[in-house]
């Protein structure tokens, strides 16, 4: 079992930055892949970026050239640099470690970006 609780999200403004981070109550460093997930009022979940235990990255379209993920195995964490915010970004972000066999799931954090 793994427990994520993520933090850094709030308001900002369009343009502006935030880096969300999420720490894992385990060991990340032997997790199969760590990623960032979102969800709108009325929407699906959707994929924001992943990143492997050996590094890959994949990001969603919608983020390429504004988002990074990265990952601090010392520290268990993994972080979500989120530049050049749209309002179209606005949503929970959820943090997520998937195993072969197993999911976990953060609480989630709100990201606003208004005026």
């Known amino acids: 079992q793994v427990q994520l609780v993520e933090s850094g999200g709030g308001l900002v403004q369009p343009g502006g930055s935030l880096r969300l981070s999420c720490a894992a109550s385990?060991?990340?460093?032997?997790?199969?892949?760590m990623g960032w997930y979102r969800q709108a009022p009325g929407k699906q979940r959707d994929l924001v970026a992943t990143?492997?235990?050996?590094?890959?990255?994949n990001y969603a379209d919608s983020v390429k050239g504004r988002f990074t993920i990265s990952r601090h195995n010392a520290k268990n964490t993994v972080y979500l640099q989120m530049n050049s915010l749209k309002p179209e970004d606005t949503a929970v972000y959820y943090c997520?470690?998937?195993?072969?066999?197993?999911?976990?799931w953060g609480q989630g954090t709100q990201v606003t970006v208004s005026l």
């Open positions: 990143i492997t235990r050996g590094g890959s990255t």
């Open positions: 997520n470690a998937r195993e072969i066999l197993d999911d976990f």
């Open positions: 385990a060991s990340i460093s032997t997790i199969y892949a």
